[in-house]
Structure formats: C-alpha cells, structure tokens
C-alpha cells in the first residue's frame, strides 16, 4: 500500500462520482424557472430590508456551546478504557475537567454566557 493505492482510490473516487452526475443529467429534465435562482426563506416571502444584523454574543455563546459540546465527547473514549487503565485515566479526566472548567471560568470573566 503506497502512493499507487491513494492514486487507484481517487480515480476511482473521480469516477464515480462524474458517473452519477452524469446519470442525474440524463435522467432529469432540466426548466428554467425564476424562482429556482431565490434563496429559500422558510416559503414566506420577505418583507423590507432583509439585512439584520445581529449581536456577536450569540454567536460567541453558540462557539462556546460547540467548544464543551464537543470537549465531550472525549469522554466516550475516556469511560471505554477508564477500568483499565486505573488511576492514571482518573487522573487525567481530572486534568482534562480542570481545563475546561478553567476555560468557562474565563468566558464568565469575559461576560460572554450572559445575553445582552
């Protein structure tokens, strides 16, 4: 397995999907209408200026949703093999918590969990 197997895979990656795509173009027929070339709005027209601007913390809160969110998932591999290796998966769990407990002690400093 070298650089001729990573070769084989990308044509072949290539291929199939130029097949497909060439079958979707085949197979469907193609209009032209208006209405395809708007963006979707939930079906509802909109009304007025469409430009909103919204407030950078909530997109600060979703980061650092997204941040813990996926910090924990870590913990699945951790509790597979907690029982087997002992103390030392114990504490690094801990070391692993007091990071992340350190980094929401930092967005509370930061006010950026509250909703202005």
Known sequence: ???????????????????AILIAKIVTKSTTNPQKGEPYECGIPTIGKTWVQLNVGYYLFALIFLIFDVELVFLYPWAVVAK???????VEVLIFFFILFMGFL?????DALKWK
Request: proline share 0%.
């Open 1 to 19: 397995m070298g650089a001729s197997s990573m070769i084989i895979l990308i044509l072949a990656a290539l291929a199939f999907s130029s097949i």
């Open 84 to 90: 087997k290796v002992g103390w030392l998966a114990f």
């Open 106 to 110: 930092y967005a509370h400093k930061k």
